[in-house]
């Protein structure tokens, strides 16, 4: 499976810029969710490694 969820919270949101460079960079098919605790992002990855290689760019 190669969806993921990620959640950024209202607090955290100078980040959504980041994330949203990353899933252009990856050409990532996402979903973006306005929830009252911030924002959820679902994403839908072509490939495990495209998965793994987007994830360890967003810890960094």
């Known amino acids: 499976m190669n969806d993921i969820d990620i959640t ?3 607090k955290d949101k100078g980040s959504i810029p980041r ?3 990353l899933l252009r960079e990856y050409m990532c098919t996402y979903e973006k969710i ?5 924002t959820v992002y679902s994403i839908e990855f072509k490939t495990g490694s495209i998965r793994d ?3 360890n760019d967003w810890s960094l």
Do not use: A, S
Request: aromatic content about 8%; proline content about 0%; charged content about 50%.
């Open 19 to 21: 994330l949203e460079k």
């Open 53 to 55: 290689k987007f994830l």
């Open 34 to 38: 306005e929830t009252k605790d911030g």
């Open 8 to 10: 950024i919270l209202d």
